[in-house]
């Protein structure tokens, strides 16, 4: 019997152990190497749709590839930064008067296509709209990402580009989730932005970590989480708990707006108070999304959630420079 018993603490020693050792390769991808949403994914989805039960097919959306996929006419552009990665980003112009572009930044595991109808419904209430995937995400470059130094000077060098070519003077920027770590790190050193939309902000990348694993892996998160920041923290080369979103928003003085969803599970709906409560803005303004979860906003918040995010930029961001830009061409 005592032998049995060792034989079988030993087979939970080496369990222990072989896990341990996996975590890095099974837990990581999801944060360093998100999965890549491209026009390749989105197909691939809406083959497997044509091929499930017919019965499911009444209601079901039209598959978005590009702007075109909604009859927006848009421009394709990129960036190379300096260790060669491509960033790719659409622009579409709207017919406002103000020279004023929306900068919409994805969340992790995400990309610019699913920002599609947001960039649509901001485009209609005349504002234009770029979209960028950011590095390791949809078509851009990269094998890794972290919302630190690099995504922040990948945006930089895309803003300076959309300066050049398309002549925009004054810019907002719009991150939801991981993508509102990166804008509010932008809008704390890049003094071209002249309003901050921040979509269920993380407190501290340290929190975002310890919940997503939570989340994922249950009683085994602990383990998970500490491997995934010691991975992160040296990649980063700070620890997580730095990347700390009330303490950069008390640098942020431009017109702020925060989204948060009472029901988000991935990002607790408190932190997203805490990030509006640190910022430094004269003209801030928090909106709860009734009911949404973390990825369901546009559905419980409709026309309203739509009407905010415009209402708030047109009465933030007064119309300074008349329009001037080369023409988009494609549909």
């Not at 895309?158 to 790190?185: F, H, N, P, R, T």
């Not at 991935?266 to 979860?293: G, H």
């Amino acid at each position: 019997m005592r032998k049995r018993i060792w034989r079988l603490a030993e087979l939970t020693l080496v369990f222990f152990l072989v896990m341990c050792m996996a975590a890095p390769f099974v837990v990581m991808p999801d944060i360093l190497y998100p999965e890549r949403m491209d026009s390749l994914y989105v197909r691939n989805l809406e083959i497997k749709f044509q091929q499930s039960d017919s019965a499911a097919k009444k209601n079901q959306q039209p598959f978005l590839y590009n702007p075109s996929s909604l009859n927006l006419a848009y421009e394709n552009f990129e960036v190379i930064t300096q260790d060669s990665v491509r960033i790719k980003a659409w622009y579409i112009p709207s017919d406002a008067e103000q020279n004023f572009a929306v900068v919409i930044l994805h969340d992790l595991n995400d990309s610019r296509i699913s920002c599609l109808p947001l960039a649509r419904e901001l485009h209609d209430r005349n504002l234009d709209v770029c979209m960028i995937d950011m590095r390791a995400h949809g078509a851009s470059g990269g094998n890794e990402f972290l919302p630190g130094a690099l995504a922040v000077n990948d945006v930089r060098l895309l803003l300076d580009s959309l300066s050049q070519y398309y002549y925009v003077d004054q810019m907002a920027v719009l991150g939801i989730g991981m993508g509102a770590a990166v804008a509010a790190q932008f809008a704390s050193v890049d003094e071209r932005v002249n309003a901050l939309i921040m979509q269920s902000p993380f407190a501290t990348l340290e929190k975002f970590i310890d919940s997503h694993y939570r989340k994922k892996w249950g009683a085994l998160h602990r383990v998970y989480s500490l491997i995934a920041t010691s991975r992160i923290k040296n990649q980063l080369g700070y620890s997580p708990e730095k990347l700390n979103l009330p303490a950069i928003c008390k640098f942020v003085s431009v017109p702020t707006l925060v989204l948060a969803g009472n029901r988000d599970e991935e990002i607790p709906y408190l932190e997203s108070v805490c990030v509006f409560d640190s910022s430094a803005a004269e003209i801030k303004n928090f909106i709860t999304i009734s009911d949404a979860a973390h990825d369901d906003f546009e559905e419980h918040g409709g026309k309203a959630y739509y009407d905010a995010i415009s209402s708030f930029l047109h009465d933030a961001v007064p119309a300074q420079t008349e329009r001037v830009r080369k023409k988009i061409v494609r549909r």
